[in-house]
């Protein structure tokens, strides 16, 4: 492992000029910011129509339109409308932000991201020895350094909230409490297609317990957006979510910016709408790419936490891979996975390949994220990046024998000092 100052340095440096990075993204993109272009704006709109009532025709169209115009005309008349395709009873979350008015409300919101997604590697430190051992708190700017999060605060998206509930679910699990982890997961369905190709992992382990308190959840969630939209509204949401995607409105659904498997299929001229063929041979992908990631874990073995981190890593990644609908703010939640190789990596920087240090570090690369981004338009080539990332930690790159492990870390399998 690199000696302990020659690693603080390295990494507050690298960390600091991808912040710089993210601070001159920002503000290169503040008039756009200003006038309501990112994506809080359908939050906004969500929470404002249930605070009028207007939570029965929720999702009309032209009524989400037009209430966008009352406070980003600019945004709108520039990029177009954006349409709140989200769960109902997420709405309920932004409700009291609209009593604010928008910028306030979208400052508010980014403050409440920075503190969760801080939070989110605070309640994980336990599982981050090496990290907060040879870093301290510089491990702390991490989660900044990291582009998914960075866009994630920009946009005013959701998805570092997810982060948040991932985390606590993979605490959860560690300490065999499986009813709280699929509570925890339950709440993250906000995020739906982002939870449930876990859920699916986790059906395919038979933990039931788990898949009860997700259940449980989704049904308190269910009642409640029954009461903000009623059953017509809740029913029509289903079709609106599948028609906003399969018509794929400019800027709103773009195959080729979602860096997963259905970018990686479908994210190429011509391919809208793709073939029938292509959609057969994505869905057929997605359900052998889950069920391989579901033979890298075994939940119930936590005698090598080594191997068991691995492995839910994997499953994470692939998750995210199989998502329909996912673009760089929902990596986000990958920060998790993301920091458990990283800490594994130092921890065995020896025994660890060079092809997963260097995969893992062009997951951190911000420029990389910005060249695919704004120069080629095609996010979905980094689906490659994490495919290579899962296979890597499926080859056993970081896995080192038992008896090795046994020998070098202490009973709590944390590096001896």
């Known amino acids: 492992m690199p000696n302990a100052p020659k690693l603080r340095f390295t990494v507050t440096t690298f960390c600091l000029a991808m912040i710089f990075v993210h601070a001159a993204l920002f503000w290169a993109a503040r008039r756009q910011v200003l006038s309501g272009s990112p994506d809080f704006r359908i939050f906004y709109t969500a929470g404002l129509m249930l605070r009028r009532g ?35 009873f997420e709405a309920l979350v932004y ?37 907060f051992e040879k870093l301290g708190w510089i491990a702390m700017l991490l989660p900044f350094a990291y582009f998914p999060i960075a866009y994630a605060l920009m946009q005013g998206q959701d998805s570092i909230l997810l982060l948040a509930l991932y985390t606590l679910a993979y605490l959860a699990l560690r300490r065999k409490r499986d009813l709280q982890a699929g509570a925890w997961l339950g709440l993250g369905l906000f995020k739906y297609h982002l939870i449930l190709p876990f859920a699916f992992i986790l059906l ?16 308190v969630e269910l009642a409640v957006s029954w009461a903000l939209v009623g ?31 259905r970018g990686l299929f479908t994210g190429w001229r011509g391919m809208n709408p793709p073939p029938h063929w292509v959609e057969i041979a994505l869905a057929a992908a997605s359900v ?17 936490e080594q191997r068991w981190d691995t492995g839910f890593s994997i499953c994470v990644l692939v998750a995210y891979l199989v998502g329909y609908h996912s673009y760089n703010q929902d990596m986000s939640f990958l920060l ?28 951190f690369l911000s420029p990389l994220y910005l060249l695919l981004t704004l120069q080629l338009s095609h996010d979905n080539l980094f689906s490659i990046v994490f495919l290579a990332l899962a296979g890597c930690l499926a080859a056993g790159s970081t896995i080192q024998p038992r008896a090795s492990v046994s020998s070098s870390r202490g009973l709590s399998g944390v590096p001896l000092r």
């Open 288 to 304: 052998l790419l889950l069920v391989w990631a579901s033979r890298q874990w075994w939940p119930l073995d936590l005698s090598d």
């Open 95 to 131: 409700l009291p932000l609209t009593y604010l008015p928008y910028l306030s409300a979208y400052g508010i919101w980014c403050v409440i991201n920075i503190v969760v997604a801080v939070a989110s590697v605070y309640w994980a430190r336990s599982r981050f020895p090496t990290l």
């Open 231 to 261: 059953g017509r509204e809740l029913l029509y949401y289903p079709h609106f979510a599948w028609q906003v995607n399969r018509q794929q409105a400019p800027g709103v659904i773009v195959p080729a910016n979602m860096p997963n498997l």
């Open 54 to 88: 207007q939570g029965w025709v929720l999702y009309d169209d032209a009524l989400q339109v037009s209430v966008e115009r009352e406070f980003a005309p600019a945004a709108v008349a520039r990029g177009g409308p954006l349409p709140y395709n989200h769960p109902p």
């Open 336 to 363: 998790l996975p993301l920091l458990l190789t990283v800490d594994r990596t130092l921890a065995f920087w020896k025994e660890t390949s060079t092809s997963l240090k260097i995969v893992l570090g062009l997951t």
């Open 204 to 219: 395919l382990h038979r933990r039931w317990r788990a898949l009860a308190g997700m259940s449980l959840v989704a049904c």
